[in-house]
């Protein structure tokens, strides 16, 4: 069992195994063993002795006369960047992130965190998921074929082996795509294909008939401009101009489930909204390329044919900005829209449009009404003969117009009612409508529903009923989105409050708000009832976390599901007052740490549904699961630790280490150990609290004479980072003198020569000794002196070497120079560690393997700073310059050893561009084997002989580096940056929060030949 680690740590970083990560672990498991590097020569030579140019790419060097040395300022290396013929009438669906399916006992979930989930609910009391296809990127939606299910996403990465200018490269796309899993077996979905798509998808919708099913996809792109910002003055309309396009694709859907492309429209513009009816679909989109929001075109596109070929008409533009779906409606052959402006002010207009489009490419226009004037429009809906918007700002009226079969228009009355709604569903056979929105009387602004009589245009007083969320504040992910709530007709049985009037309709809506009465966030699902005269309040189902879904399940036993990205609920609704929680589903449980044991798994699972709480108050779990399946499986047994807490293995010892702040600006930190050796009950040991190792800012060249004049010094950084070495935790800190910016007492002037505003910093090392986990000891603090500034810490074996930097002066130069030193901290014997001696060497150390030493190192060129990789052989408190390899205009960001080669994480000068290099190592050579470029910023993680696993972006690459022309063989995409990495065997683990335990295989082929 193995447990990979980052072999340095930069300045400015406290120790921990993983460089970057989001939570940092440790295990007493031997580290991998690189195959051994050439055997140095009998008597060593080389030099000796050496000064590195200081050119900021470290922190500022603070002098040995305690000024601070400048780096000449046309020579810094800048950072890098990082990175962008009519068919049969058809019906149209839009799609969704869930799906029930036939049965009535599971449902098909699109999970931001999880991906594709297939939810067992037929054992009501213990939901389950029976099967997940784990997807990464942003959910959109998705669409249930016969046994195939096809998902929409957007930031969707994906790489392809391509040969580019006589070499091998890597080809990146990150977008849109259609992915394509097949749920034959719900318990083992199996991702078939992906479709990429340009830019962000938007929405889609799939179209079935004739035996034949379409799907049509609208997205958006948006490019940059290439034209210098020299050359445009920033005061001109063409100042950093932005080109907004409107993609159409359509894709026929055959008899096997596939995919087959058909039509690719571009229509400019960026997407506003998209509706469809049977064979139109409407796509509205701004009104110039460069997406300016004063007005909107909508495109009029047939899909009447069966396979999915679009025939494209004529722009019809609009008057104004066409925000949803609802705004567009089709009648016949005359096309009705509802527009406004993007933003509300009181010169807003509001426009009602017909026209006829008997001929697509040839729209004539009708009639055009305006409404509304100085309000922002809300809720619209369009009736046959007739349409009701809502607008809202200074008044708020209910306005209701008469259209006939033409498309002429009248406004037959204008109803003034508090709040507004977001939008209508129309019940009870077209005769009330069902508004879902806000009240905004009494200074509240709460979720309600109304309740419309429609049947007369020329009615006055329109509203029957409205009822309302019981929070002043709350809001809802219906109030932009139509498919997060629902109503029904037929579906409940309940006697209104007059205690005669039966209601029998049932609306579901999901709320989050803020209680007064409790003083705490609330969310869950407010349950009405309607008739067609009242509408009543009624019961609440209670979730942790905002729903985005709330619909019924199993329909014939009144079981109402609520979906949010972290919870599924079930809840029995025969009595609407008193809805009966049946069962409850975490479907993405928050793990932030693994830290692997010989017989047992250590997941660290965040409790995310105490996000209201005092810090004081949150708990997390430290639940131990089985070896084979660490995300899946039910924890054997779980210990309650304070929130924030870091987990170790100590020679196969648990070791929880966590801070938590004072008022009075105490630090308080317990190191608590256990036994795991019965998985099913761990025995705790012992522990430790001490002030010792706070993580704050405080800064002691301040003195106690400031700080009572600026309150409180130095903040609380949180739980402490440490690493793993022999049978210790090595914590590191650093103590930054700084003084305040603007005037500051003579007094604080006097403590420091150092220069107004600058700062710098040096480690101070705690050992906290666990040969005795049962009594763990924390040894007096080992402080390096104040002018050997931090530059990063790496570990080898049972010691650790501290590098660090000190100004040089050098005769005849006026750019700033210093030398780098380490030293080896070695905790071989816990109780009694050892800091050695000050080695001069050349630069960064970036990994030691036995004696033998990896730097980086900068040196001044005329005016520029070159780069270089040594290897140095150790002994006797000198370090001996075996081989030097040039970098030239790139400088080293990480290193891993792989068998007898270098992998270097490069970053060009300048350009911000990213490579891998491969260098051979000899015994008094290294020699440039290979450069692969990477996208994105890398990150190193050694991942067995010949292997590395390169993070670049949200995902991993990993590269074969043991053939002469090294390649990537597969990429792993993941959801999150900067993770903790694990290996046992040939299986990775990468704990990514919400978004699971990742486990991938190092045998893994993925991406071809070219």
């Not at 429609?454 to 809802?476: F, Q």
């Not at 950084?717 to 070495?725: E, I, K, L, M, S």
């Amino acid at each position: 069992m193995q447990r990979l680690s980052s072999k340095h740590l930069p300045a400015g970083v406290t120790l921990c195994l993983a460089l970057f990560l989001s939570a940092c672990g440790g295990t007493s498991a031997p580290q991998p063993t690189p195959e051994p590097v050439p055997p140095p020569p009998a008597v060593l030579s080389g030099r000796t002795s050496f000064v590195s140019a200081d050119s900021g790419a470290n922190q500022p060097t603070l002098g040995l006369d305690g000024t601070l040395r400048l780096t000449v300022a046309d020579s810094a290396v800048p950072p890098a960047a990082v990175p962008v013929a009519a068919a049969p009438t058809r019906t149209v669906q839009e799609g969704d992130i869930f799906r029930m399916l036939e049965n009535g006992k599971s449902i098909l979930s699109l999970n931001r965190f999880r991906g594709l989930q297939i939810i067992d609910i037929s054992n009501t009391a213990s939901p389950r998921v029976m099967g997940r296809a784990a997807i990464n990127g942003e959910p959109v939606e998705m669409y249930r074929v016969g046994n195939r299910v096809y998902i929409l996403l957007n930031n969707w990465t994906e790489y392809k082996r391509i040969a580019k200018g006589g070499a091998e490269s890597l080809d990146q796309f990150s977008g849109g795509a259609v992915i394509t899993v097949d749920i034959a077996d719900l318990s083992a979905p199996k991702i078939l294909a992906a479709a990429r798509v340009p830019g962000n998808i938007d929405t889609s919708r799939l179209t079935s008939g004739a035996g034949k099913n379409a799907l049509y996809v609208a997205a958006s792109d948006y490019t940059a401009s290439v034209m210098p910002m020299d050359v445009v003055p920033a005061t001109s309309s063409l100042y950093y101009p932005a080109v907004s396009k409107t993609h159409v694709l359509s894709y026929s859907i055959n008899e096997q489930g596939q995919l087959i492309s058909k039509s690719t429209l571009q229509l400019g513009g960026n997407v506003h909204a998209v509706q469809a009816s049977g064979d139109r679909l409407m796509v509205a989109r701004a009104a110039d390329d460069l997406g300016r929001q004063s007005g909107s075109r909508v495109a009029l596109i047939d899909i009447s044919s069966p396979d999915g070929v679009m025939v494209q008409g004529a722009d019809v533009g609009v008057s104004g900005v066409v925000q949803k779906k609802t705004n567009m409606h089709m009648h016949g052959d005359v096309l009705r829209v509802v527009s406004g402006n993007w933003w509300s002010s009181g010169a807003n207009v509001n426009h009602v449009e017909t026209f006829n489009m008997a001929d697509i490419g040839r729209p004539k226009p009708i009639d055009h009404d305006t409404f509304g004037a100085g309000q922002q429009l809300f809720g619209t809906s369009f009736f046959a003969d007739k349409a009701f918007f809502v607008t809202y700002l200074r008044k708020d009226p209910f306005h209701a117009f008469s259209i006939t079969p033409d498309g002429t228009m009248k406004e037959e009355s204008e109803f003034i009612v508090s709040g507004w709604n977001d939008f209508f569903v129309p019940v009870q056979n077209q005769t009330r409508l069902i508004g879902v929105g806000h009240n905004d009387e009494n200074d509240r602004r709460s979720l309600a529903i109304s309740l419309y009589d429609v049947t007369d245009l020329k009615n006055t007083k329109p509203l029957l009923m409205r009822a309302d969320v019981d929070l002043a504040n709350s809001w809802s992910q219906a109030n932009w989105d139509d498919r997060a709530f629902t109503v029904l007709e037929n579906a409940a049985n309940a006697i209104a409050p007059d205690g005669k009037t039966r209601e029998t309709g049932l609306i579901l809506l999901p709320f989050t708000g803020f209680n007064a009465n409790t003083r705490e966030n609330s969310a869950g699902v407010q349950i009405f009832t309607f008739s067609a005269s009242t509408v009543t309040r009624r019961g609440i189902m209670k979730q942790d976390t905002e729903v985005r879904r709330s619909f019924m399940g199993d329909t014939a036993n009144n079981l109402a599901a609520n979906l949010s990205d972290s919870e599924l609920s079930l809840f029995s609704i025969v009595n609407a007052d008193s809805p009966q929680v049946k069962g409850r589903l975490p479907l993405a449980p928050n793990y932030g740490q693994l830290v692997l044991f010989k017989n047992v798994d250590v997941r660290y699972h965040v409790n995310d549904n105490q996000w209201w709480s005092s810090t004081a108050a949150r708990t997390d779990q430290v639940e131990l699961v089985p070896l084979a399946d660490p995300d899946g499986a039910a924890p054997l047994s779980s210990i309650t630790v304070p929130s924030n807490a870091k987990l170790y293995n100590v020679a196969e010892k648990l070791v929880v280490v966590s801070s938590a702040g004072g008022n009075d600006g105490t630090v308080n930190t317990t190191i608590t150990t256990y036994d795991l050796a019965d998985a099913a009950k761990p025995v705790r040991l012992g522990s430790l609290t001490t002030t010792e190792l706070a993580q704050t800012n405080i800064y002691p060249m301040m003195g106690q004479a400031i700080c009572p004049m600026i309150g409180p010094c130095g903040g609380w950084y949180g739980t402490p980072d440490a690493t793993v070495v022999g049978n210790a935790l090595v914590f590191a800190t650093q103590v930054t003198p700084i003084l305040l910016r603007g005037p500051q007492p003579a007094a604080a002037l006097a403590m420091s020569s150092l220069p107004y505003g600058y700062y710098s910093s040096s480690y101070t090392l705690h050992v906290l000794d666990l040969s005795k986990p049962a009594q763990p000891v924390l040894l007096p603090k080992i402080a390096m002196a104040e002018n050997e500034q931090a530059v990063g810490l790496v570990k080898s074996g049972n010691a650790v070497w501290v590098n660090y930097k000190q100004a040089e002066a050098v005769t005849g130069s006026g750019q700033a120079q210093a030398k780098y030193f380490v030293k080896a901290l070695d905790v071989s014997n816990a109780s009694a560690p050892k800091l050695g001696s000050a080695i001069n060497v050349p630069g960064r150390v970036m990994a030691v393997v036995g004696d033998v030493m990896y730097t980086v190192d900068e040196s001044w060129g005329d005016k520029t700073v070159t780069n270089s990789v040594n290897m140095l052989i150790v002994r006797d408190n000198l370090a001996y310059l075996q081989a030097s390899q040039a970098l030239g205009g790139q400088y080293a960001r990480d290193l891993s050893i792989e068998g007898k080669n270098l992998v270097l994480a490069l970053a060009e000068n300048g350009t911000g561009k990213n490579a891998l290099a491969v260098i051979e190592v000899g015994s008094q050579s290294l020699t440039r084997k290979a450069t692969l470029d990477v996208p994105f910023y890398p990150m190193l993680h050694d991942a067995g002989p010949g292997k590395v696993l390169v993070q670049a972006g949200y995902g991993f690459l990993l590269y074969d580096v043991s053939t002469a022309a090294p390649f990537a063989q597969a990429f792993f995409p993941t959801a999150n940056w900067g993770a903790q990495v694990s290996v046992l065997g040939k299986d990775i683990y990468v704990p990514a929060n919400a978004y699971g335990i990742y486990q991938f295989n190092l045998d893994t082929v993925n991406l071809s030949k070219p």
